[in-house]
């Protein structure tokens, strides 16, 4: 029967439909693109030189979702630049992609260890209440984002790093991480142009993002690194279900073991 062609817009030279999806809400447009283009089921096109497709049906969706040959993504140069290939998220398919699966499985996520740290959620539960109590007390007003926010990084702290803030008051540490997560966010989620024409990264960067990265990573590394060695100094004889995650990756051995570098940026990632 030879190849059946996709259906989709043609796009411009070098650009694709990169403009098209530049204003208005991204899912919006994909569907009066796929509604001009008679895409029922599965439309193609391209954002620069990176090829796309998108589906509304059901069956399709799960057949991307779930086959083999869809397992890796274009990663975007920010993510690339913080480490995030090295970790689960962004890693590629392949056997270190599976090496982070198992651990992730066996030791981050498993039900006896999840179960094991409900009382310190439940404390970072109990602290945002009380934050947002006084706040209302004080002001009337309660902005419900940061105390969220505070509360979603204890939680992931206590369980990656064991490590807890008090976030209504003044801590250097906290501070220091705060911002460097917000940072981490904002180069993820701004809109790059050179991940879609690679062509530019060579002499195009108005955002400095590749500098911002390169700033971020040796700081995050250089934090990392230092909790990494407190916990060397007071590693425990046996690793219990409420451990934190970095003293679980230090516990493991043979092909379980990954290098430091893969640890940090594992553990960074964590966080997000």
């Known amino acids: 029967m030879g ?3 996709i259906p989709g817009p043609r796009g411009l030279p070098l650009f694709g439909s990169l403009f098209s999806l530049g204003h208005g809400l991204a899912h919006r447009t994909l569907a009066c693109m796929a509604s001009s283009q008679a895409a029922t089921q599965l439309m193609a096109f391209s954002l620069g030189s990176t090829p796309a497709i998108v589906t509304s049906d059901p069956q399709i969706a799960r057949e ?3 086959s083999p040959h869809f397992a890796d993504r274009p990663i975007k140069l920010s993510a690339k630049s913080l480490m995030f290939s090295r970790a689960i998220g962004f890693a590629p398919n392949g056997a270190y992609w599976r090496l982070l699966r198992r651990i992730a499985s066996t030791h981050l996520f498993a039900p006896r260890r999840i179960a094991a740290h409900e009382p310190l959620r439940q404390l970072d539960c109990a602290n945002m209440l009380s934050g947002i109590y006084t706040e209302k007390s004080l002001h009337g ?4 984002r940061e ?3 505070n509360a979603s990084l204890n939680n992931i702290m206590g369980t990656v790093f064991g490590k807890r803030y008090d976030l209504m008051q003044y801590n250097e540490e906290a501070k220091e991480l705060q911002e460097l997560v917000r940072e981490g966010f904002e180069l993820l ?3 790059n142009w050179s991940d879609y024409l690679p062509w530019l990264n060579y002499f195009y960067d108005p955002f400095r993002m590749k500098q911002r990265c390169f700033l971020l990573v ?3 590394k250089k934090l990392v690194k230092q909790i990494i060695e407190e916990h060397k100094m007071t590693k425990p004889k046996n690793v219990i279900d409420n451990a934190d995650f970095v003293d679980v990756l230090l516990s493991l051995e ?3 073991r990954l290098e430091e570098d893969d640890m940090v940026a594992v553990l960074w990632v964590s966080i997000y």
């Open 3 to 5: 190849t059946i062609p």
């Open 64 to 66: 991307i979702l779930t």
């Open 141 to 144: 007003v309660v902005y419900l």
């Open 147 to 149: 105390h969220l926010q």
């Open 189 to 191: 989620g701004a809109f």
């Open 218 to 220: 040796h700081l995050v």
């Open 254 to 256: 043979g092909e379980e």
